[in-house]
């Protein structure tokens, strides 16, 4: 990935409910946006092997699903690097792995997580109707922002 590029990163496990909305984003988000600027991950945990390419990016969307929240309803805030990188591991936050990526790469993107508040983290492969519904402005929202990144980061949505 070349500077200037931008991210989207969606993470969970798709085969517990609602925790695959990451996976069901970022798959309708790589069949709507053809700009090769745009990458689009899936990856099952925040993990170290993603700070070279959070390096690489000049904006960097992660998408997840939240137990905080009435099912369905979503926000986008920015997130910066934790102060301390702290022990090196297998499970990440995402301020801690924005840490590594600027401590190793030396490379501080502008980053967003849009958390959408979940119905059900049962097992099974299916999203809740709740959040089902909500995908469609979802999608729209993250795909106007990386091609009109001044749109507000910190809008809650119903």
């Known amino acids: 990935m ?5 991210l989207i990163i969606g993470y969970g496990n798709p085969l517990r409910g609602d925790d695959g909305l990451g996976w069901e984003v970022a798959g309708r988000l790589a069949a709507n946006i053809l700009d090769e ?5 899936v990856v099952h945990q925040l993990a170290p092997e993603l700070a070279e390419p959070i390096s690489e990016a000049e904006m960097v969307i992660f998408v997840d699903a939240s137990c905080e929240g009435v099912p369905g309803t979503w926000k986008c805030e920015e997130v910066a690097p934790a102060s301390d990188v702290g022990p090196l591991g ?3 936050n995402i301020a801690g792995l924005l840490a590594y990526a600027e401590t190793l790469y030396h490379s ?3 980053a967003f997580v849009v958390s959408v508040a979940a119905g059900s983290f049962e097992c099974n492969d299916e999203l809740t109707t709740a959040v089902e519904m909500a995908l469609p402005e979802i999608v729209r929202y993250i795909r106007d ?7 507000n980061p910190h809008t809650a949505h119903a």
């Open 2 to 6: 070349t500077k200037g590029r931008k």
């Open 37 to 41: 600027s745009v990458a689009i991950k």
């Open 90 to 92: 297998h499970h990440f």
């Open 108 to 110: 501080r993107p502008q």
């Open 145 to 151: 922002k990386v091609c009109d990144p001044t749109l």
